[in-house]
């Protein structure tokens, strides 16, 4: 359902952004690259009724998509933040709108409109979950898994997140890392849920191969094609008994509309950053849940400001598959907030407090900022 009671306005008087890095407890290797550090630019909007937090989700290089961290901070400081200070008084369902002149720039977006969000939440005492529609108080957890040296190694990196309780297990693929992989974890586990995540790096001659994949009974494929090969996945989907499932793609509602009316995908992968904030998220959910169409709920590495956020979204009745939304410490020894997600029973739990639910942690906060501006009306 759309958004049923909107939030009351919030006046904001300034917006500080910092850039953190953050130690990965792993490297984290998808056919773009590998990450030893999370890079992330964290968002406090400063209101008169008090703090509210974002997280724009940007890499420091535009490997998974065309967005980065420098082009971000820029962005949202000449032009995203100026034109919301401008506004003054900004509700949450406002921002989308103040913001689209600017073409693109999605994850900046989505991240400001976080803030702003959480802000005016947590001055009604409101949950984002309750906001957003949530339907239940936790969500099935998934894990994402990055390329490993060799199939036995990647065997033993599952075994023990399947030890751990997660649900579901995706592992990244690329050209030369693929059949080999899916099938040693097919072998050791039998017929856990399994998917595969290729982050674009196929092409339609690869088709073959991919097709090999199928007798692995995954889950779906997902985005095994460049961002904006739509007619060749809807070529792929028809050669492929796997259902594809598209991340990248999937840009806006308007794009999932596309890619479905063309048969390029059957699932959708639902990031709040990539399509340009949690309120597009909500409409992308409609309209897939209209379609019929199973949706999940991706991950972006988020620290606990995401995650909490994301918890939230993918508890919306649409979200009938897994998602990547696991504990923190998959990914950070130390998280940002006071309460980190945890995984329970293969579950996280929807945080229940008003806003985003979670503290900040001032401390880790500082520890982890390598760059902070403010600006101010
Ligand atoms: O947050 O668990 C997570 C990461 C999930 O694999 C994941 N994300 O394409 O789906 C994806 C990747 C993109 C990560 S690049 C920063
Ligand atoms: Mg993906």
New binding site residues.
Partial sequence: MPITRPAAPVVLDGVELRVLHIPLVAPFT?SFGT?TVREVIVVRALTADGDGWGEIVT?AAPL?SSEYTQGAWDVAVRHLIPALLDARTVAPEQVAEILDPFVGHRMAKAGLELAILDAALRAEGRPLGAYLGAVRDRVPSG??VGIQRDPATLVDVVRRYLDEGYVRI?I?IAPGRDVAETAAVRDAFGVIPLQV?A?SAYTLADVDTLAELDRFDLLLI??PLAEDDIVDHATLARRLKTPICL??SIVSAKAAADALALGAASVV?IKAGRVGGYLEAVRLHDLCRDAGVPVWC?????TGIGRAANAALAALPGFTLPG?V?ASH??YARDIVTEPAVLEDGHIAVPTGAGLGVEIDPVALDDFTVERIELRR
């Fill in positions: 998808t990450e890499q998974y894990v994402s995706k990244k995540d982050n997902e985005q991340d990248e992968n991706g991950g972006m590495l988020e990547d696991s998959r990914f």
